[in-house]
C-alpha cells in the first residue's frame, strides 16, 4: 500500500508475478509484448493505528480489546492499483490473459489458471491442488486426481506421497528446496535448473515495468 516500501505496482507485483512465471514455467513460452490496464477501486482506506498481524483478525492480534469500539483510523490515499488485467503475447504467436485483484470479496488467495490447445484444455485451481481439469474435443472431459501411478516422471519427482493424500501450497516450498539441493548434489551446473533462478526474478521485475509502462502510456510494450 506505500509505494516508497513496497513499490509501485501492489496486486500485479504481488500476486500476477506469481501467474506469470507459472505460465512460462508450464508452458515453457516468454513473454514478447503485453497491454495493461490497472486500477484503484478504493481510496482513500481507513489504515488502523493499531497493526493487525498478516493473516490474523482484528481479535486474534488484540485479544485483551473489543475490537467493537475504541477503533482509530486514519484516512490514507491510496496510489497502487487494486486491480489490473493484461494481454500477452508470446514468442510463437500464443495469447494470454491475467486479471488480478485484492478487492474481491471472498477471494483469499485463490490463483487459476486455463491453457487452451488445439486438441485439449486444461485448468487448475490453487485451492484445490490436487485435481487437474482436462478439456477434450473427441470425448468427455475429465477430472484427473493427483495420483504418483499417473504421473510422469518430471511430475513424480515432486509428488512425495501415495494417491488419496493431498498436497499443496505448504509442500511446495518442501519440493523447492528438494530440487535445489539435489541439482547441487549433482555436481552438473550446466544442467537445467529445475526451480527458479536470479534470471527469473529479474524477469518478473521487468514484466512489473513493462506493465507499469504500458497503463500510464496507454500502450502495447514490447519487451526489449
Same mark, same amino acid.
Given at each position: 500500500?506505500?509505494?516508497?516500501?513496497?513499490?509501485?505496482?501492489?496486486?500485479?507485483?504481488?500476486?500476477?508475478?506469481?501467474?506469470?512465471?507459472?505460465?512460462?514455467?508450464?508452458?515453457?513460452?516468454?513473454?514478447?509484448?503485453?497491454?495493461?490496464?490497472?486500477?484503484?477501486?478504493?481510496?482513500?482506506?481507513?489504515?488502523?493505528r493499531q497493526a493487525v498481524a498478516t493473516f490474523k483478525?482484528?481479535?486474534?492480534?488484540?485479544?485483551?480489546?473489543?475490537?467493537?469500539?475504541?477503533?482509530?483510523?486514519?484516512?490514507?490515499?491510496?496510489?497502487?492499483?487494486?486491480?489490473?488485467?493484461?494481454?500477452?503475447?508470446?514468442?510463437?504467436?500464443?495469447?494470454?490473459?491475467?486479471?488480478?485483484?485484492?478487492?474481491?470479496?471472498?477471494?483469499?488467495?485463490?490463483?487459476?489458471?486455463?491453457?487452451?490447445?488445439?486438441?485439449?484444455?486444461?485448468?487448475?485451481?490453487?485451492?484445490?491442488?490436487?485435481?487437474?481439469?482436462?478439456?477434450?474435443? *473427441?470425448?468427455?472431459? $475429465?477430472? /484427473?486426481?493427483? +495420483?504418483?501411478? &499417473?504421473? @510422469?516422471?518430471?511430475?513424480?519427482?515432486?509428488?512425495?506421497?501415495?494417491?488419496?493424500?493431498?498436497?499443496g501450497f505448504a509442500d511446495s516450498?518442501?519440493?523447492?528446496?528438494?530440487?535445489?539441493?539435489?541439482?547441487?548434489?549433482?555436481?552438473?551446473?550446466?544442467?537445467?535448473?529445475?526451480?527458479?533462478?536470479?534470471? *527469473?526474478?529479474?524477469? $518478473?521485475? /521487468?514484466?512489473? +515495468?513493462?506493465? &507499469?509502462? @504500458?497503463?500510464?502510456?496507454?500502450?502495447?510494450?514490447?519487451?526489449?
Amino acid at each position: 500500500l506505500v509505494p516508497d516500501e513496497g513499490g509501485e505496482l501492489r496486486a500485479v507485483g504481488d500476486i500476477g508475478t506469481h501467474w506469470m512465471d507459472l505460465m512460462s514455467f508450464i508452458t515453457g513460452l516468454k513473454v514478447q509484448s503485453l497491454l495493461a490496464d490497472l486500477h484503484t477501486f478504493v481510496s482513500p482506506r481507513k489504515k488502523p493505528r493499531q497493526a493487525v498481524a498478516t493473516f490474523k483478525s482484528k481479535e486474534q492480534s488484540s485479544p485483551s480489546q473489543d475490537s467493537t469500539q475504541n477503533e482509530v483510523y486514519d484516512n490514507v490515499d491510496i496510489q497502487t492499483e487494486d486491480w489490473g488485467s493484461v494481454l500477452f503475447q508470446y514468442a510463437g504467436g500464443a495469447r494470454g490473459c491475467m486479471n488480478v485483484s485484492q478487492v474481491h470479496a471472498g477471494r483469499k488467495n485463490q490463483l487459476t489458471f486455463e491453457i487452451a490447445g488445439s486438441k485439449a484444455a486444461i485448468a487448475w485451481n490453487g485451492e484445490r491442488p490436487n485435481e487437474l481439469w482436462i478439456g477434450r474435443r *473427441d470425448r468427455p472431459n $475429465e477430472i /484427473l486426481i493427483k +495420483d504418483p501411478s &499417473l504421473l @510422469s516422471g518430471a511430475a513424480l519427482a515432486h509428488s512425495s506421497y501415495p494417491g488419496g493424500h493431498a498436497e499443496g501450497f505448504a509442500d511446495s516450498f518442501k519440493q523447492l528446496y528438494r530440487a535445489i539441493y539435489d541439482y547441487l548434489a549433482n555436481g552438473n551446473f550446466d544442467a537445467p535448473k529445475p526451480f527458479p533462478t536470479f534470471e *527469473d526474478g529479474h524477469l $518478473e521485475v /521487468l514484466l512489473c +515495468d513493462m506493465i &507499469l509502462k @504500458s497503463h500510464r502510456e496507454r500502450r502495447w510494450v514490447d519487451l526489449g
